[in-house]
């Protein structure tokens, strides 16, 4: 199928590329495509311009500095997997990044376009809240830090305003006593979550749970935080009662509908199966097992 | 509507073309170029059958503009023999009858010579994850 005419523009600078978006109302901007360009040959995407970024210098790195890790917008989803360091030190993240679509398309999605599409199908969003990670959006003013928190507004929306660039992305820098997990439930390989659960934690001294992170894929018009079962976790210890009693708060706050891939009942039982795993599997990593 | 001129390399010979914007880079090798190995199949982003390698590495070539590939380096699976003697993936494909309907056996091919290049004894495991998991 063939797309609808557009103009095609590929800017050298950020600014310029900002600059392109202002004075264009109908472009969108063109990162991986793994979403945008399907979009666009079953014609449901018929922007008038794309702004094409893949030629942007100094998007693409993985580092830590300060207290973050920080990520390039256009890091590709397969160097998010060859990582070493995120390998290492956030277990979470390299979980999501391994399910998301097939090795051929990690090639060229990228992680900014993961997050700024919004889809609550994609896998990204529910691992950035279980982190509490920051978007750095830059704009005709500079930049600014948008919590992941406030990011998401509805399917395929966010608060980005349209002259704005998703340009990295950042997660708290990996701490001791530290882990989480990702577990996803796909039909066939490449294809969106029926649901797939989130889970950072950090553990105390005392094996008590110094915070809890739990992000929900596909399960509402937008990802959701689990924030009340994250509440429930703070200041416990991870066991069988508290793992429960975290999963049914997890599966009552999420807002699955029936489609293709099951029921609604099906779904939020999924949600708690899903949390008690990636809660037990985060605290075998907090500890400093289970890789 | 815009055009371009783009100028890339396709299993080491230099094209230039005019092209219009919203050109996909599978038609413009199938359709401009007329190497019809490169299969299209599900045109949904999923089957792979349109595999070819950008600058080395397999990605599908109906998920991207023929626009974005100026100055990159293509490979398809024309380019796999040379001198009229089968690539040694060829060769195994053959061996082992390495197909079922063999439409998407292009790109099977193409994305087996980028596995075997970064991991030249790959286990069961890596063979799953690299082609298709």
Known sequence: MIPASFDYTCPKTVAEAVSLLGQNPEAKILAGGHSLIPMMRFRMATPAMLVDINQLEGLSYIKEEGDWLEIGAMTRESELDRSELVRKSYSLLADTTRVIADPLVRNLATVGGNIAHADPANDHPATMLAYGAEVTATGPDGERSIPIGDFFLDAFTTSLSHDEILTAIRIPRAVEKSGGAYFKLERKVGDYATVAVAAQLVLNGDGKIASAGIGLTNVGLTPIKATAAEEALTGKVLDDASIKEAARLASEVAEPIEDQRGSEEYKRHLVRTFTSRALRKAQERAEGGGV | ?133
């Open chain 2, 1 to 133: 509507m815009s055009t371009h001129s783009i100028t890339l390399k396709v299993n080491g010979e230099e094209h230039t073309r005019e092209v219009e914007a919203r050109l996909l880079l599978v038609h413009l090798i199938r359709e401009e170029l007329e190497l019809t190995g490169t299969h299209i199949g599900c045109d949904t982003t999923s089957c792979g059958a349109c595999t070819i390698l950008l600058n080395g590495r397999p990605v599908k070539s109906c998920t991207m503009f023929a626009v974005q590939a100026s100055g990159a380096e293509i490979a398809s699976v024309e380019g796999l023999a040379t001198n009229g003697n089968l690539h040694p993936i060829q060769e195994g494909f053959t061996e082992k009858h390495g197909l079922q309907c063999g439409y998407c056996t292009p790109g099977m091919m193409m994305t087996t010579v980028a596995l075997l290049k970064d991991n030249p004894n790959p286990n069961e495991e890596d063979i799953r994850w690299g082609v298709a998991d």
